[in-house]
């Protein structure tokens, strides 16, 4: 039996993104974004078992972190990546980040 579990809430967003690919720098927007992972369309092609460096950015601020593809959706050119976190302060950084994209503009 599978076991159900619940993906956090995600809301949109207008962050841009960089995900850096063995020296290949892909660009794009984020659709929509929560604590565990993110959903943007990207300006190139992907493997689909790619893991790299994601930069997100907001205003004059941003954060990098290690994220995995979680999804390729083919027909809307979209990504779906899980973000990877290493320890609980990187998982806090995130989340604090984004709360304040939240809060600005």
């Avoid at 027909?75 to 950084?93: L, Q």
């Amino acid at each position: 039996m599978r076991k159900f579990e619940y993906r956090p809430p995600r809301r949109s967003s207008s962050l841009t993104v960089d995900f850096l690919l063995g020296g290949r720098t892909l660009h794009g927007q984020c659709l929509n974004v929560s604590d565990a992972g993110i959903r943007v369309t990207l300006d190139a092609e992907l493997p689909s078992d790619s893991t790299g460096s994601l930069t997100l950015h907001h205003h004059q601020r941003s954060l990098t972190i290690e994220a995995a593809v979680t999804h390729l959706h083919a027909d809307t050119d979209e990504v779906g990546f899980s973000f990877i976190f290493h320890t609980p302060k990187e998982r806090e950084r995130t989340r604090l980040f984004l709360a304040s994209t939240a809060e600005q503009p």
